[in-house]
């Protein structure tokens, strides 16, 4: 999957630059489209999935950098975590504006 997505937007892209200028959108360029950005949020998923599979970490024992590391190493995974989600969350938010506004711009004709 981790090219597919690569691969798929871009193809879009290209068909972009070598297309004529115009807002006309087909239902099959809207729906590539918005499988793009869902196989990026899968494969962003994906490595969420490997980051909270990753084992906890033992007892620091008594020294302070040792417990200083521990705590950053925590802080950094729980950060990672946290962007990941909210990235997919506006993913998911991106891929339905381009599906409503391309829903628009398909009726127009």
């Not at 999957?1 to 297309?19: P, V, Y």
């Not at 869902?38 to 909270?52: M, P, T």
């Not at 007892?59 to 950053?72: E, I, L, R, V």
């Amino acid at each position: 999957m981790t090219q597919n997505w690569i691969d798929s937007m871009n193809g879009l892209k290209k068909g972009a630059a070598n297309g004529d200028a115009d807002l006309k959108l087909t239902t099959e360029v809207r729906d590539a489209y918005v499988k793009a950005v869902h196989d990026f949020r899968d494969l962003l998923n994906a490595q969420l999935s490997k980051v909270n599979g990753l084992p906890g970490y033992g007892d620091p024992g008594g020294f302070q950098s040792a417990a200083q590391t521990k705590s950053n190493l925590e802080h950094g995974c729980n950060e990672l975590k946290r962007v990941i989600a909210e990235y997919t969350k506006y993913l998911d938010a991106f891929a339905d504006t381009v599906t409503e506004a391309g829903k628009c711009l398909i009726k127009s004709g």
